[in-house]
Structures are given as C-alpha cells and as structure tokens.
C-alpha cells in the first residue's frame, strides 16, 4: 500500500520510506500538540480553566499518583527535580496542587491536588479524550483497532529502543 507524497495538515511528505513518512508525520503531530491541540485541551489561555499547556504532564501524574514524592514525579517525567519543583510553583500559584511534608522523611516533598486541581484535570481528560474519539471516528473500525495495535507496538519498540520485537502484551 505504498503511496507517493501524502499531505498531512497541510504539510507534503514526499517520500514512500516508511521511517521517513512516520518522521515527518511525528514532526506534524509535535507541532499541533504544541500549539493548537495543546490550547484545545488546557482551554485557551484567559479563560476560565486555562491550565498552562507545560503542566499537563505533572497535572495527569499528580492525578494519578496523588501524595508522591516530588522526587518519584521527576523521575516518571524524566526531569531534572528542580524541573517538577517549578512546575509544583505554577499549580500552586494557579491552585491547582499543593506540597506536604513526607511523614517519616523531614527532607521529602509530597505532591497533592486540589480539589480544583482534580477539577481541572477531569476537565482535561474529557477534552483530551474527546478529540482523540473524533480524530478515530474518522476510520473505520478495524482501521481504529489496527491503529491502536500497530501504535502500541510502535511506542514499546521507541521506549525499548527497538531492540526487539515489542508487543503490547510485554
């Protein structure tokens, strides 16, 4: 099923490798998220509940691991900690998150959400989500499930470097 040059958001990819496609691809996909997607999901910048697009990621994590050390956050990020240390500044500032004391640790800092934090990131997550369902709206079923599959794969060979044959299963 090799094609010539394909347009994606406007962009020619004039290539049939398919390493280079998915390059170019990725690149159109890293810009959006940057740009228009990111203020789509976080709310325009003003609004009500903007959330600034840098904060997502430690926004989710706290989400999902609300009370962990700003030590363990910065590693699942693969940051400096003094990265997450500003980031925690911003949700404070915007009150969204606070920090804590590490019972037991005197040293360590915990990270929790408010309860408008909690707010904003279902709100998020429901943007997030309902983007991505109208993006994969646009395939056909067995095109979403391939999709989902071969994306899968695709990111386990990334983050294993592809040394081997990933699957999602392991």
């Known amino acids: 099923m090799a094609r010539g040059a394909v347009t994606v958001n406007g962009i020619a990819i004039a290539t049939t490798d398919p390493a280079a496609r998915v390059a170019g691809t990725w690149r159109v996909l890293r810009r959006a998220l940057s740009a228009d997607l990111q203020r789509r999901v976080a709310a ?23 009370g962990c050390r700003m030590s363990d ?11 997450v ?53 646009t395939l056909e079923p067995a095109d979403q499930q391939l999709l989902v599959e071969l994306l899968e794969q695709f990111v386990a060979a990334l983050v294993t470097g592809g040394s081997r044959r990933a699957t999602a299963a392991g």
Do not use: F, K, Y
């Open 85 to 137: 240390t500003r980031a925690m500044h911003r949700l404070e500032a915007a009150g969204l998150a606070t920090r804590g004391a590490v019972a037991g640790d005197g040293r360590a800092v915990s990270a929790h959400l408010t309860p408008e934090g909690r707010r904003i990131q279902a709100l998020v997550t429901a943007r997030r989500a309902a983007l991505i369902d109208a993006a994969i709206a």
């Open 73 to 83: 956050l910065a590693t699942e990020l693969g940051v400096d900690p003094s990265t």
């Open 44 to 66: 325009p910048d003003g609004e009500l509940d903007h959330v600034d697009p840098a904060n997502l990621d430690l926004l989710d994590l706290v989400a999902a691991r609300d």
